[in-house]
């Protein structure tokens, strides 16, 4: 038998290999892509930590700011204000000196030096009125300070990753402040004193988000909240010593109809009209910021942690 009619050619020896040598070759390129995805992704979570902690630094430098300004400006005010005490006890002892000698003067003087008197005694009181009123501004800047201080903390904190909703018993959360809707019959100046009582103040509006959300949960057909002009008619301030930035007043209003009308009130659809400060409404709403506890992951199978539940009032 010839053996050449069984033989086998070479090159059927050496075609497995050939395919073996091209089945590897598209491998080893999804190895080097995934190398390379793995390789960006981990550049850009580089780069988002590294542009938070720049984000950090830049709050941190600027509540330092904040806080070193507020000092200086307090330790002016009190600089001031021990001048000006200082000279109101020179112009009280003046005040007493002439009355010892007005006592021994029984003369046709006595005329003159009694309307001396009574200039320094309207000096002396027009000294300390502004004294007063001084003072009162100094606090008013102070809380706004101590406001933004506290603002900026929050901040802070939600750039590390802390959830800033956490509200009292009985409070509303929504965007970083609680909210407590009152309900009971008060003037504007009760409902204040209420809110400073629950550590509050009466709600100031600046954003058409939180119109919205106080129209929603408002019920009643008049709320007090922290606007008013008393000061000076038609300047109308916030309870946090801002003037108007957003406004949703009812058509005509404020017209102060009547004199008096210097408080705000939001009625049950959500427009403002001004009020005498003295009229009872039934509802009032606080506001205060929001404190901050550490971030946990959410579960997004969990069907609980709707909308509706990032409004829950309580803790």
């Given amino acids: ?20 040598c091209r089945r590897g070759l598209p491998l080893g390129l ?6 390379a995805l793995w390789a960006g992704l981990l550049t850009l979570l580089l780069l988002w930590h590294w542009d938070t902690m720049r984000n950090v630094r830049q709050l941190e430098v600027a509540a330092a700011q904040n806080v070193s300004r507020i000092s200086k400006e307090l330790q002016s005010h009190l600089s001031e204000q021990l001048a000006q005490k200082y000279q109101a006890a020179l112009m009280s002892q003046a005040v007493q000196e002439l009355q010892a000698g007005q006592k021994k003067q029984k003369e046709p003087q006595d005329s003159e030096l009694s309307q001396n008197l009574d200039r320094l005694w309207e000096d002396l009181s027009s000294i300390k009125s502004q004294n007063l009123n001084e003072r009162h501004m100094a606090l008013e800047s102070l809380e706004r300070l101590k406001e933004e201080l506290a603002k900026l903390r929050v901040q802070i904190q939600v750039s590390k990753g802390s959830v800033c909703n956490a509200c009292p018993e009985q409070w509303v959360s929504f965007q970083q402040k609680c909210y407590y809707f009152g309900e009971e019959p008060k003037q504007w100046l009760q409902a204040r004193y209420s809110c400073e009582d629950l550590g509050g103040r009466l709600v100031s509006i600046h954003s058409q988000e939180q119109q919205d959300f106080l129209t929603k949960l408002a019920k009643k057909e008049g709320t007090w909240i922290g606007l008013r002009d008393l000061d000076i008619e038609g300047q109308f301030l916030w309870m946090d010593g801002s003037s108007v930035d957003y406004s949703n007043w009812q058509p005509g209003e404020p017209n102060n109809a009547d004199p008096g009308e210097d408080c705000v009130m939001l009625l049950r659809s959500g427009k403002w009209n001004d009020a005498f400060c003295r009229d009872e409404l039934d509802a009032w709403v606080c506001e205060q910021l929001a404190t901050c506890g550490p971030s946990f992951p959410a579960d997004p199978t969990d069907d609980s942690l709707d909308s509706d539940s990032l409004y829950s009032g309580s803790t």
């Fill in 1 to 20: 038998m010839d053996e050449n009619q069984y033989s086998v050619p070479e090159e059927f020896f050496e075609f497995p290999r050939k395919r073996c």
């Fill in 30 to 35: 999804l190895g080097l892509l995934t190398a």
